[in-house]
């Protein structure tokens, strides 16, 4: 069966620090990956996405960035953390193939507080 | 552009009494719908589907929905609220075999009293 993981769970960083968070995608191959944040426990904001190795759309600029290295892998950086950062990211995967009746599914979540 | 619109922040229902979390959507053709729950600090749990069929559609934990096309609307049901369904919910919608480009609601925040 397919699972998704995410860590750490969760993450209290200073400003100006660096991120890096880490979702992986068992059980299936060449899934369709995506980073959402959700802020003040509410709306979700979809802020990347990717297709495959090394293929990455940002949605919307920000200080954050993300990459595949690997195919089940998907990865949200940033080089230096501001406070607006603050969040709840939820990483996602849907199959590739058929994906118009497939499910998108969520792992459990990092939360990120920036003192 | 495709949109979804959650009109309430927050849902009160007595346990027991049904309850019902309402959804609009505005998309070219015809949508695929979506309702997922999340439990404080996790992340969004898949509860029902319309992709085509019967416009009532059941789902995990005893929720139902409901696709109305002319009011354009996919309102989430459930006959009998338990306190354990206290949480909140999403409704999202995307454009016809798209479902890996969902556009998500504000949430509903639902919480049933004993």
């Known amino acids: 069966s397919q699972t998704i993981h995410q860590w750490p769970a969760t993450l209290v960083q200073p400003v100006g620090s660096p991120l890096s968070l880490e979702c992986t995608v068992e059980?299936?191959?060449?899934?369709?990956l995506y980073w959402y944040r959700q802020a003040a426990g509410r709306g979700l904001q979809l802020l990347f996405y990717?297709?495959?190795?090394?293929?990455i759309s940002s949605e919307v600029p920000q200080n954050l960035s993300a990459s595949r290295p690997q195919d089940r892998q998907f990865i949200l950086s940033s080089k230096k953390l501001l406070l607006s950062d603050s969040g709840f990211y939820l990483c996602?995967?849907?199959?590739?193939?058929?994906?118009?009746?497939?499910?998108?599914?969520f792992g459990a979540g990092s939360r990120l507080t920036v003192l | 552009a495709q949109s979804v619109a959650q009109p309430e922040d927050q849902v009160n229902v007595a346990e027991g009494n049904p309850l019902t979390v309402k959804c609009t959507y505005s998309v070219s053709g015809n949508p695929y719908l979506f309702w997922y729950v999340q439990y404080p600090n996790r992340g969004l749990q898949f509860l029902l589907k319309?992709?085509?069929?019967?416009?009532l559609v059941k789902g995990s934990y005893g929720f139902e929905a409901e696709f109305n096309k002319s009011q354009t609307s996919f309102h989430l049901k459930k006959p009998s609220a338990l306190v354990s369904d206290s949480a909140l919910y999403f409704c999202a919608v995307s454009r016809p075999r798209q479902a890996d480009k969902l556009i998500f609601g504000t949430g509903t925040r639902l919480q049933v009293f004993p």
């Open positions: 059980g299936t191959s060449n899934p369709n």
């Open positions: 319309y992709i085509t069929g019967d416009n």
């Open positions: 990717s297709v495959g190795i090394g293929q």
């Open positions: 996602a995967w849907i199959p590739s193939q058929g994906a118009g009746a497939n499910v998108l599914t």
